[in-house]
Antibody
Framework: EVQLVESGGGLVKPGGSLRLSCAASGFTFSTYSMNWVRQAPGKGLEWVSSISSSSDYIYYADSVKGRFTISRDNGKNSLYLQMNSLRAEDTAVYYC????????????WGQGSLLTVSS | EIVMTQSPATLSVSPGERATLSCRASQSVSGNLAWYQQKPGQAPRLLIFGASTRATGIPARFSGSGSGTEFTLAISSLQSEDFAVYYCQQYNNWPRTFGQGTKVEIK
């Protein structure tokens, strides 16, 4: 059974930093691209970042480019999102999501980790 | 960036009735379109990928169609557990983009 468990969310002041983690199990983590998708309170889904299986290809939404860094450790079956220079508009539930087998849709999602950016 | 527009924003349907949700892309995404269902307090769940292929475990009452810029998600006979928000997502281009969602509510 595929499981994705996010951790590391919390309350951060504007301008601060935080690192989210996602622990994966139930599939061969090292062979799949992984992703972060966020959802602001009461709003829709926003793709944030993607990383290929061997970290060769990395993509970011313009809204986070230069501030967020996605990374992974295939030996630990873990995905990370380092978030710097945080803004109030980064407040959201952050989901870790696995790329599908036949396209860049998201076939499994974690339960999410809430980041609140507020003074 | 490809803009995904879903309509209607809210759909009021009685249990047992058919629901039809629309998703339009600002430019062609070929067949690279997925649909997700999200219930309050839960993560999204993949329903459809490749515009028309049901994900594992998704009931046959859910069907997707379309290509290019116009897509449809149909729910043939709404069950109580189907009342939720539905999102479309294109994965033909970067950045990956979602529609704003359609809320299916009980009439």
């Amino acid at each position: 059974e595929v499981q994705l468990v996010e951790s590391g969310g919390g309350l951060v002041k504007p301008g601060g930093s935080l690192r989210l983690s996602c622990a994966a199990s139930g599939f061969t983590f090292s062979t799949y691209s992984m992703n972060w998708v966020r959802q602001a309170p009461g709003k829709g889904l926003e793709w944030v970042s993607s990383i290929s299986s061997s970290s060769d290809y990395i993509y970011y939404a313009d809204s986070v480019k230069g501030r967020f860094t996605i990374s992974r450790d295939n030996g630990k079956n873990s995905l990370y999102l380092q978030m710097n220079s945080l803004r109030a508009e980064d407040t959201a539930v952050y989901y870790c999501a696995k790329k599908g087998g036949s396209g860049f849709y998201f076939d499994f999602w974690g339960q999410g980790s809430l980041l609140t950016v507020s003074s | 960036e490809i803009v995904m527009t879903q309509s209607p924003a809210t759909l009021s349907v009685s249990p047992g009735e058919r629901a039809t949700l629309s998703c339009r892309a600002s430019q062609s995404v070929s067949g690279n379109l997925a649909w997700y269902q999200q219930k309050p307090g839960q993560a999204p769940r993949l329903l459809i990928f490749g515009a028309s292929t049901r994900a594992t475990g998704i009931p046959a009452r859910f069907s997707g169609s379309g290509s290019g810029t116009e897509f449809t998600l149909a729910i043939s006979s709404l069950q109580s557990e189907d009342f939720a928000v539905y999102y479309c997502q294109q994965y033909n281009n970067w950045p990956r983009t979602f529609g704003q969602g359609t809320k299916v509510e009980i009439k």
